[in-house]
């Protein structure tokens, strides 16, 4: 009997949907149909490959009052926030923009005995293997760039949003782009671990946890396959005496709450300047209170459940274990809290980095805020983590928050702002984190490879 994938909603805990995995024959025809499509396609003129996917991402958009309700139901983001097709569309159009400057040939010299250039070539197979959180946005990180670079597609979603696939091919699809040039795919584990370690793709791009990172590291061993990942995350804002305070509470801690916490760029840990410290949580603890759990289906729930019941399970565990070391928890049970995925969002203060709620990963609307005395113990803290994704530093001089940024091991450094993506900037990760970029011109190096033409005019 076939394996069968299911989504289970966070909602209401009911099944809601459910798809037959590909067997081992199936997944390796799949994947030989975008290795047979990929010549082809990637001798399409670049302008109509950039057509094309922004064809079909406009044809996402489309979609989208069936998408929100139906993201609500898969992972419990309330319907209130729209969906994810602004920054969708954000990334996929810069990547659009700044196709033909990145693909460009790289000169090196010309005269009248020899050509010199560098190309970029397309990988061929890309493999997709996207993640629940924000399905949509971080498939689409990696899709859009892939294709208009000239490889095909293969995309496996997470079984919590089992649907974004189909709805992102079934668009492509209807836009234009051929249906072995972008595929959406359901995998067992064992299968996709087999189609790497087959050699049926040529690129694989992962984005979830360290775990899963370091099995797909696994299966392409020996393969030289590239593999780019985004693993975990636990990510630092650090708040200077001289920060607008306002600006940084209201900004650090929906960095920590939004998506109920279910960010890879979320805020998990704060270091506050002692002499801001007591407003600081002051405010916080003040903006959390106000929030409204419940249905995300509902237009008044400004936080939904967590996406699955263990994922809850982990972050009440790390809260329990942190007030049982001496942690105060500000926020008090809430009424729709069902001990279940609907979970109470929470500051903890008197917190230390011997608790796993400030070293493991939550993933959940918890945040721990300790109070420091100078940019050396803020900088100490901060590097005190196995992963480095993103840090967010608040201060009114640039200069120093650059010479602060520079000490920090991680992959992006905001000042001011956080938990957003600029498609402009690479995407990328340290330690535990992983390893690669998307976005930006670097992205589309990662996903091509340089070859390189010496080329002698006369021989004599």
Not at 231 to 254: N, Q, R
Not at 375 to 385: H, P, R, T
């Amino acid at each position: 009997m076939a394996q069968t994938l299911k989504c289970i909603s966070p909602v209401d805990g009911s099944v809601f949907a459910e798809r037959e995995v590909l067997s081992r024959d199936a997944a390796f025809e799949v994947a030989g149909r975008a290795r047979v499509a990929q010549a082809d396609w990637a001798a399409r003129p670049l302008q109509e490959r950039i057509d094309l996917v922004m064809a079909g991402v406009a044809a996402v958009g489309a979609m989208n009052d069936e998408i929100v309700p139906e993201l609500a139901h898969m992972m419990g983001r309330p319907v209130r926030y729209g969906g994810e097709f602004g920054g969708f569309n954000e990334r996929a159009s810069h990547m659009a923009q700044i196709a033909e400057a990145s693909l460009a040939d790289i000169a090196v010299g010309e005269d009248e005995t020899f050509k010199r250039y560098i190309k970029r070539i397309p990988h061929g197979v890309v493999f997709v293997v996207a993640p629940w959180n924000y399905p949509y946005m971080t498939a689409i990180n990696t899709v859009a760039p892939a294709l208009i670079a000239g490889n095909t597609v293969v995309l496996k979603h997470a079984t919590q949003t089992l649907l974004v696939g189909e709805r992102m091919a079934q668009a492509f699809h209807a836009a234009g782009v051929p249906e072995d040039v972008f595929q959406n795919v359901f995998l067992s584990h064992d299968v996709t671990n087999e189609l790497i370690a087959g050699n049926a793709f040529d690129f694989v791009n992962f984005t979830g946890s360290v775990g899963g990172g370091q099995a797909m590291e696994r299966a392409a061993a020996g393969t030289f396959t590239g593999v780019g990942t985004e693993l975990g995350g636990k990510d630092p804002g650090y708040v200077m005496e001289d920060a607008d305070l306002d600006a940084a509470v209201d900004t650090l801690i929906d960095g920590a709450m939004f998506n109920a916490g279910q960010c890879c760029c979320g805020i998990e840990r704060i270091y506050v300047h002692e002499s801001l410290y007591d407003a600081f949580v002051a405010k916080a603890v003040e903006i959390v209170k106000g929030y409204k759990l419940g249905n995300p289906l509902d237009a008044e729930t400004t936080m939904g459940p967590m996406a699955n019941v263990r994922f809850a399970d982990e972050v009440r565990a790390q809260i329990a274990e942190a007030v049982a070391d001496g942690a105060v928890a500000h926020i008090e049970t809430f009424p729709e809290d069902d001990g279940g995925a609907y979970l109470t969002p929470q500051i903890l203060t008197n917190v230390t980095h011997d608790m796993r709620v400030m070293r493991d990963e939550s993933f959940g609307p918890v945040v721990g805020i300790m109070k420091v005395s100078s940019d050396e113990e803020a900088i100490a803290l901060m590097n005190d983590s196995e992963f480095g994704l993103t840090a967010s530093l608040w201060t009114r001089d640039v200069d120093r928050a650059a010479r602060v940024g520079d000490r920090i091991e991680t992959g992006t450094v905001f000042l001011n702002r956080a938990d957003y993506l600029d498609p402009g900037l690479c995407w990328t990760g340290c330690k535990n984190t992983g390893r690669g970029g998307g976005l930006s011109v670097i992205g589309y190096h990662n996903l091509t490879r340089p070859k390189s033409y010496h080329l002698k005019k006369v021989t004599s």
